[in-house]
């Protein structure tokens, strides 16, 4: 049977563009969506147009009851998984942090920090050779603002990545020998729609300059370095990262 990869926040941008790079590449896909449910059929039907299997669940990664029924959806549609991408993440409009609440940080604390460790709780549980399962990849979506700071904008989103970088190591020391892989992928400005969630839809073309690429990513970039962590080539890698932030 082909392996079993659920991405999260995958019914646009860095998501989208990852589950169909990975049904390309012989995955069934589970497209995990909070809203937009048009969004993530049309990723799910791109995929069956190509000749892969995928199914949409949606589940809001700021409850773990939602979190608990998107795996509970891909054991009884699949009944395996082998690999987990923690992509969805959120930020608020730029602000110091002068101006930034605790219900604010809280809401950015849930969906980007507690929820890839449910998320990895769960895919550990069903991967773990010691409880039986197969081994697997779990690759989590972080941020170069975890090394920047984000100072200005979003300090709490680069704090929260930060934690998440944080949980890759110790993650990957932990079940190292259980056959699970943990790696990270820090994107930099990538042209996407976070964007507008922030406040400031062009802010690609803003901060362009300040890259030594001289331009903004793209989605499709980010999702080849998120695939490269499920690759034969890198069965040596764990805890590790890598940036794709144009040299930034």
């Given at each position: 049977?082909?392996?079993?990869?659920?991405v999260?926040g995958?019914?646009r941008?860095i998501?989208?563009?990852t589950?169909?790079?990975a049904?390309?590449?012989g995955y069934?896909v589970c497209?995990?969506?909070?809203q937009n449910a048009?969004?993530?059929q049309?990723?799910v039907?791109q995929?069956?147009?190509g000749?892969?299997?995928a199914?949409?669940v949606?589940?809001?990664?700021a409850?773990?009851?939602?979190?608990?029924?998107l795996?509970?959806?891909v054991d009884?549609?699949?009944?395996?998984l082998?690999g987990l991408?923690?992509?969805?993440g959120?930020?608020?409009r730029q602000?110091t942090?002068?101006?930034?609440?605790?219900?604010?940080?809280?809401?950015i604390?849930e969906?980007?920090v507690v929820a890839p460790?449910?998320?990895c709780?769960?895919?550990?549980r069903r991967?773990?050779?010691r409880?039986g399962?197969?081994?697997?990849v779990?690759?989590?979506?972080?941020?170069?603002?975890a090394?920047?700071?984000?100072?200005?904008?979003y300090?709490?989103?680069?704090?929260?990545k930060?934690?998440?970088?944080?949980l890759?190591v110790?993650l990957?020391?932990e079940?190292a020998?259980?056959?699970?892989r943990v790696n990270?992928v820090?994107?930099g400005?990538?042209?996407?729609?976070?964007?507008?969630?922030?406040?400031?839809?062009?802010?690609?073309?803003?901060?362009?300059?300040s890259v030594p690429?001289?331009?903004g990513?793209?989605?499709?970039?980010v999702?080849?370095a998120?695939?490269?962590f499920?690759?034969?080539?890198a069965?040596?890698s764990?805890?590790?990262?890598l940036?794709?932030s144009?040299g930034k």
């Amino acid at each position: 049977m082909e392996k079993v990869m659920i991405v999260t926040g995958a019914s646009r941008g860095i998501g989208a563009a990852t589950a169909l790079l990975a049904a390309q590449r012989g995955y069934a896909v589970c497209v995990n969506y909070k809203q937009n449910a048009q969004a993530a059929q049309d990723v799910v039907a791109q995929i069956e147009s190509g000749g892969g299997q995928a199914i949409a669940v949606r589940a809001d990664m700021a409850v773990e009851s939602d979190i608990l029924a998107l795996f509970a959806a891909v054991d009884e549609r699949f009944g395996r998984l082998d690999g987990l991408v923690n992509n969805a993440g959120i930020l608020e409009r730029q602000a110091t942090l002068r101006d930034i609440d605790s219900a604010r940080l809280r809401r950015i604390l849930e969906v980007n920090v507690v929820a890839p460790f449910t998320c990895c709780r769960e895919a550990v549980r069903r991967m773990s050779t010691r409880d039986g399962g197969q081994g697997g990849v779990i690759v989590n979506v972080s941020s170069m603002a975890a090394r920047l700071g984000s100072a200005g904008e979003y300090i709490d989103y680069a704090a929260s990545k930060g934690a998440l970088d944080t949980l890759t190591v110790g993650l990957a020391r932990e079940v190292a020998a259980e056959g699970i892989r943990v790696n990270a992928v820090r994107p930099g400005v990538i042209d996407t729609e976070i964007h507008a969630s922030g406040g400031e839809p062009g802010r690609v073309e803003r901060v362009k300059h300040s890259v030594p690429l001289g331009r903004g990513g793209k989605a499709e970039e980010v999702a080849g370095a998120i695939m490269w962590f499920f690759s034969p080539e890198a069965a040596y890698s764990t805890g590790a990262f890598l940036d794709v932030s144009g040299g930034k």
